[in-house]
């Protein structure tokens, strides 16, 4: 009986260093992981223009009243079952669209200041997938050609997964304004 235990404790104790050498190597991963997130950009800042051919005044018209969102926006034409809510006054400070779903994940887009014709800022709030801020911009430009729309996005990314999500997220947005500015210009045009 004496043998048996010998026999356990002995297989135990050679299991042990196996199992810090695991141990070591998966605390290394993670901080690996986390030093190249802290290495990665924690902001970011998306331009992208267009002109489209209509006054600047209706362009940011069709910005600035959100009622019309869904319609130009990329984003939203990813999740067609995404609920939304749409409150406050068209144009104004304060005028808000929420949405909430599957793809979209949860959040919302708030009128923050307005020049009536000229420009328009939003604060942009995701609450999931993960918590996040930042500022949509807008200016628009009567040029000779019609209006240059200027589409501008920056925040930051949270550490450590959206850092490491960064990259991708950034190309992804920089498709998504093309695609929107795009979707923009046909609807404005159109009407």
Known sequence: MAECQNKDSLSLNQLKPTIMIIL????????????IAAGLPGKYLIEKSIVINRPAAEV?????DLNYYSQWNPWQKTDPDAKS??????L???HKYEWNGKKVGEGSLTVRSVTPGKAINFDLQFLKPFKSQ???AWDFTQTNE?????????????????RLMG?????????????GLQSLKEMCERY
Do not use: C, H
Not at 24 to 35: D, M, Q, T
Not at 167 to 179: A, C
């Open 60 to 64: 940011y018209n069709k910005v600035a």
């Open 24 to 35: 070591y190597i998966f605390l290394g991963i993670i901080v690996l992981v986390l030093l």
């Open 92 to 94: 104004r400070i304060g």
């Open 134 to 136: 930042a500022i949509d």
């Open 167 to 179: 990259p991708s997220m950034t190309k992804q947005l920089n498709q998504q304004f093309e695609e």
């Open 146 to 162: 019609g209006t240059r729309a200027v589409w501008r996005n920056k925040g930051e990314f949270p550490f450590p997964i959206a």
């Open 85 to 90: 809510v749409i409150s406050g006054d068209p």
